[in-house]
């Protein structure tokens, strides 16, 4: 049953690239149907990327904020959700200057982060490049699990020997002379993460706090295994309407087709 009558439905442009995103747009189309037009846009970093059914994907960069204004006018979009990667801050302060310049109405989705317990042994600092410089402190054998940007942080590291996992291969590889690639994509489980990490005689892992489930599992392994985890401490939101779960995306989005 339609919300209310309208000229034409909201258009709604997701900044996506992630699974999150993905299941935001199911959401959405489940919950409002015909009262919303849907576009999701991928940076196109990820190779063979998986699609929710039925919703047009834009794929590239934009351009910086100019660019997100341009696509905004062209499209006629009504309101932007990031749902991009909680560490995608160029990109997340790009669509927020682009909004506040035009008054767009936007919702962050800021999934929580992973919380510490007393059985974990994390290591917080605040960037990759401070991780790199303590590594070879904490470790001689290190799974490199923060994603495929700034990588080359690590290069030239000779103390310690580098496991590198990412989706795809990195555009822009760095000289891996004392470690290895390793291409995979989740999400993992607890007892695949125990068996790489034993497997390769793993002492210690560096990552982002993403939160969510996918990739949680390396995080378990290591509290079960009692290995260090050095964790790049998370980024702030950006000065939008913040939204910690997928319900309060829907509530938004309700809130907003409902305001005319």
Same mark, same amino acid.
């Given at each position: 049953m339609s919300l209310q009558p309208a000229e034409r439905p909201k258009h709604i442009l997701i900044f996506g690239g992630t699974g999150d995103a993905n299941r935001i747009a199911e959401d959405l189309m489940h919950e409002f149907g015909r009262d919303i037009r849907l576009q999701? @846009?991928?940076?196109?970093?990820? #190779?063979?990327? @998986?699609?929710?059914?039925?919703?047009?994907v834009r794929i590239g960069g934009f351009g910086g904020p100019e660019g997100i204004i341009a696509h905004f006018n062209r499209d006629q979009i009504d309101l932007a959700?990031?749902?991009?990667?909680?560490?995608?801050? &160029?990109? #997340?302060?790009?669509?927020? /200057?682009?909004?506040?310049?035009?008054?767009?109405?936007?919702? /962050?989705?800021?999934?929580?982060?992973?919380? /510490?317990?007393?059985?974990?042994?994390?290591?917080s600092v605040p960037s990759i490049e401070d991780a790199a410089k303590?590594?070879? &402190?904490?470790?001689?054998?290190?799974?490199?699990? #923060?994603?495929?940007?700034?990588?080359?942080? +690590?290069?030239?590291? &000779? *103390?310690?020997?580098?496991?590198?996992?990412?989706?795809?291969?990195?555009?822009?590889? +760095?000289?891996?002379?004392?470690?290895?690639?390793? +291409?995979?994509?989740?999400?993992f489980s607890v007892e695949g993460e125990a068996e790489l990490l034993e497997r390769h005689?793993?002492?210690?892992?560096? @990552? *982002?706090? @993403?939160?969510?489930?996918?990739? +949680?599992?390396?995080?378990?392994?290591?509290?079960?295994?009692?290995?260090?985890?050095?964790?790049?401490?998370?980024?702030?939101?950006e000065p939008v309407t913040q939204a910690p779960s997928r319900a309060e995306i829907i509530e938004n989005v309700r809130s907003f087709i409902q305001q005319d």
């Open positions: 999701l @846009s991928l940076a196109g970093r990820t #190779s063979a990327p @998986s699609l929710p059914d039925g919703v047009p959700i990031d749902a991009t990667h909680p560490y995608a801050t &160029e990109i #997340s302060g790009n669509i927020a /200057q682009a909004c506040h310049a035009v008054a767009m109405p936007c919702i /962050q989705y800021h999934r929580p982060a992973w919380e /510490q317990t007393d059985k974990d042994n994390w290591i303590i590594l070879p &402190e904490v470790g001689t054998r290190a799974l490199i699990a #923060s994603g495929a940007k700034n990588l080359h942080a +690590f290069e030239g590291l &000779e *103390k310690t020997w580098l496991l590198v996992r990412t989706v795809d291969a990195p555009r822009d590889p +760095f000289d891996l002379e004392h470690g290895e690639w390793l +291409f995979a994509r989740g999400p005689e793993i002492d210690v892992i560096v @990552s *982002k706090n @993403s939160g969510g489930g996918a990739t +949680f599992a390396k995080i378990e392994a290591a509290r079960n295994l009692g290995i260090p985890v050095i964790m790049i401490e998370r980024p702030g939101g």
